[in-house]
């Protein structure tokens, strides 16, 4: 992983435990091997990542269309990866 | 009949926009022919059940959804709204309870348990439920069902008659203004209370343009879809808002949006200012129950000093002042019958003289209600009720856990959460503990915030010490 992949995944480790309900720490997102469901991550702190993701990179991110792919860490990197990576539409 | 009703104003609409999804248009034309062509397509399969099938709908925001509503309400059959979320276990209780024949689902949400798919109309699965020994008996007037959260441990199904259901739409359509000329955007459930009494049928009878919004209401998607549509009217629950204003002064002037629609209580006052300042428009607080339909309306938010003032045909009683507030009480057109699955529930809740007592405290100011608290144990996250019984009788089945209390708390978001304290070994897994309570309730009655203690503090009455457990979750 690149200085640049490890950098986007820190911030974005600490987008997803700021927006979660309760205090969480990045061991304990870790032992639920970075998977949001595991835990318990409610809609209502899907929709504050995700406002948060919009708002500090600039990506879009759609629960319906993205659905699984913002369900874990590891996906949720790649995803924001992928938009970064995107040319901006005309 | 409610479809008679409903068929009248789809065909005086004619061409006009009625409903749209993100896939989807059909017009006012288009939906009462494509409904009636799944109406017989489902009477196909409805030969076993003989008249009034129970058809349990499950699906979220569609135009499909739409069309099946009524297409089940035009085959005879009476259409159960089950809300979108519920799982497997969950809707096989509400079958159970209330008799389903058949059940409407979204493909790749799970399936009901015990049961075959034997259609797929629009996109959506069709599945026969087994047959019961017994089954409560519907009430010759019920022509469509819902569901409250209830506060006895199980979602309670409220019977409405076709009359009820229509004067719900046509009070709301007078009380609001609601017309032709109106575009609303919904977010909420159409199975919800909110979507279904300010959105649904009122949308339909008033001529105006339906448009339904899916999945979670992230401020993009409601700003794009607000853009798209040139919303007069946004429902919605609180969360929505809350992202709304989260976008800062990139949030752009809605110059076509009159009205923002919310569910009561648990809207944050921050939103509301910075909403208004940010699109000029005040929101709305919806007041109503499941039992009663909608209740008031604030036609200025922003002076009225509570939810406003009863709607039309509504009868409402409440305290007199902030110092002494009551019990509120209330009779309106748009009454439910009776819970199907709880017999003699609902009319010990009415008094003699036919008010609901709705469980929330209050006030009347100038004619508008002030909600001051609750009498019963409903929890509000977010503008969805959550029965703390029926979670924490999920909770207490757990392995490993010996007792349970569920509370509603202030995050440290500043918002609403559920919360759970149990008792139970220090090493409880509580990735588990989440998985079977998710396997069996809607993904929104999983506390998000847990404390495990030994053991749970009571009071000498044996109560729960809730002062002391809420501390527990005080930063």
Redesign the interface.
């Known amino acids: 992983m690149t200085t640049t992949q490890d950098a986007l995944r820190a911030r974005i480790v600490r987008i997803v435990l700021d927006s979660?309900?309760?205090?969480l720490t990045e061991t304990e997102l870790s032992a639920?091997e970075w998977s949001l469901?595991?835990?318990?991550y409610?809609?209502?702190?899907?929709?504050?990542m995700?406002?948060t993701v919009?708002?500090e990179l600039g990506v879009?991110?759609?629960?319906?269309e993205d659905g699984e792919r913002i369900a874990s860490v590891d996906d949720l990197v790649q995803v924001v990866q992928e938009r970064l990576q995107e040319p901006a539409s005309a | 009949m409610l479809i008679s009703l409903i068929e009248e104003a789809l065909w005086e609409h004619g061409d006009s926009v009625a409903v749209t999804d993100?896939h989807t248009a059909l017009g006012y034309r288009e939906l009462a022919e494509e409904s009636a062509r799944v109406a017989k397509e489902l009477a196909a399969h409805l030969g076993p059940y003989g008249e009034r099938a129970r058809v349990g709908i499950r699906g979220g925001n569609s135009t499909a959804y739409v069309v099946l509503y009524l297409a089940v309400l035009r085959a005879g059959c009476v259409p159960f709204l089950l809300d979108r979320t519920s799982g497997p276990q969950e809707t096989e209780a509400i079958a159970e309870d209330c008799g389903l024949d058949l059940l409407l689902y979204e493909p790749g949400t799970p399936p009901p348990v015990y049961s075959s798919v034997v259609a797929s109309p629009q996109g959506m699965l069709l599945s026969a439920l087994p047959s019961r020994a017994r089954r409560p008996d519907l009430c010759d007037t019920t022509q469509v069902a819902r569901f409250t959260s209830g506060s006895t441990g199980r979602p309670h199904c409220v019977e409405f008659s076709g009359r009820a259901v229509h004067r719900a739409a046509v009070n709301w359509i007078e009380g609001t203004g609601l017309g032709a000329d109106d575009r609303i955007l919904c977010f909420a459930s159409l199975s919800n209370g909110l979507a279904f009494n300010t959105s649904l049928l009122p949308a339909f009878l008033a001529g105006a343009r339906l448009h339904l919004g899916?999945?979670?209401?992230?401020?993009?998607?409601v700003v794009r879809m607000l853009e798209q549509t040139g919303a007069t009217r946004l429902v919605g629950f609180p969360?929505l808002y809350?992202?709304l204003v989260?976008?800062?002064p990139?949030l752009p002037a809605f110059s076509g949006l009159r009205m923002a629609i919310s569910s009561a209580a648990p809207l944050s006052p921050e939103t509301k200012e910075r909403f208004i300042a940010r699109t000029g428009v005040a929101i709305q607080n919806y007041y109503g129950a499941a039992e009663a339909g909608p209740l008031t309306f604030a036609a200025d938010p922003v002076t009225d000093p509570g939810l406003g003032k009863p709607l039309p045909g509504v009868s409402l009683r409440a305290g007199r002042s902030a110092e002494e507030p009551e019990a509120v009480e209330v009779r309106s057109e748009s009454m439910g019958t009776r819970y199907l699955n709880a017999p003699g529930l609902l009319e010990s809740r009415l008094t003699p003289d036919g008010h609901y007592r709705t469980g929330d405290l209050g006030y009347l100011a100038g004619g508008s209600l002030v909600l001051t608290g609750r009498t019963s144990q409903v929890i509000n996250i977010?503008g969805r009720k959550i029965d703390a019984v029926e979670v924490t009788d999920v909770l207490r089945g757990a392995e490993g856990v010996r007792d349970a209390v569920v509370l509603h708390v202030t995050?440290?978001?500043g918002?609403d959460?559920l919360a759970a304290v149990l008792a139970a070994e220090p090493s409880l897994d509580?990735?588990a503990l989440?998985r079977h309570v998710?396997a069996r309730l809607a993904?929104?009655k999983?506390?998000?915030?847990?404390q495990v203690v030994p053991r749970i503090p009571r009071g000498s009455s044996g109560k729960p010490a809730m002062a002391e457990i809420r501390q527990m979750f005080d930063?």
């Open positions: 979660v309900e309760g205090e639920a469901s595991n835990i318990g409610s809609s209502l702190s899907y929709i504050r995700i406002d919009e708002n879009y991110l759609d629960p319906e | 993100a899916h999945g979670l209401p992230t401020a993009s998607r969360a809350d992202s989260r976008r800062g990139a977010g995050d440290r978001h918002g959460a509580t990735v989440r998710g993904a929104h999983v506390p998000t915030l847990v930063r």
